[in-house]
Nanobody
Framework: QVQLVESGGGLVQAGGSLRLSCAAS????????MSWYRQAPGKQRELVAA???????NYADSVKGRFTLSRDNAKNAVYLLMNSLKPEDTAVYYC???????????????WGQGTQVTVSS
């Protein structure tokens, strides 16, 4: 049974930084991709950053130049370093992973439990 566990959210002043972490645990063959999404109150969940290959990471226009996604494949983990935070970055941040299971090699999408990021002005 695969689980994604997140950590690192919190309250920070505008201009500050936070680093989110997410690690996958359980039995599986491999991780195809890992991403971060966020959902602000009253808004739809949106993609923040997606690592779709070893050399390709896509970012939402609103976070380009401020957020950096990185992965540690040995730890089955993904991180999101968020710099120059703005009040509009306030949201619940979710880790997402496309994981290939071991037996039938079927791919399924998994979500973390979410971690709150609040940026005060």
């Amino acid at each position: 049974q695969v689980q994604l566990v997140e950590s690192g959210g919190g309250l920070v002043q505008a201009g500050g930084s936070l680093r989110l972490s997410c690690a996958a645990s359980g039995s599986f063959f491999g991780i195809v991709s890992m991403s971060w999404y966020r959902q602000a109150p009253g808004k739809q969940r949106e993609l923040v950053a997606a690592s779709i290959s070893a050399s390709t990471t896509n970012y939402a226009d609103s976070v380009k130049g401020r957020f950096t996604l990185s992965r540690d494949n040995a730890k089955n983990a993904v991180y999101l370093l968020m710099n120059s935070l703005k009040p509009e970055d306030t949201a619940v941040y979710y880790c997402n992973a496309l994981i290939e299971e071991a037996l039938l090699r079927r791919r399924d999408t998994y979500w973390g439990q979410g971690t709150q990021v609040t940026v005060s002005s």
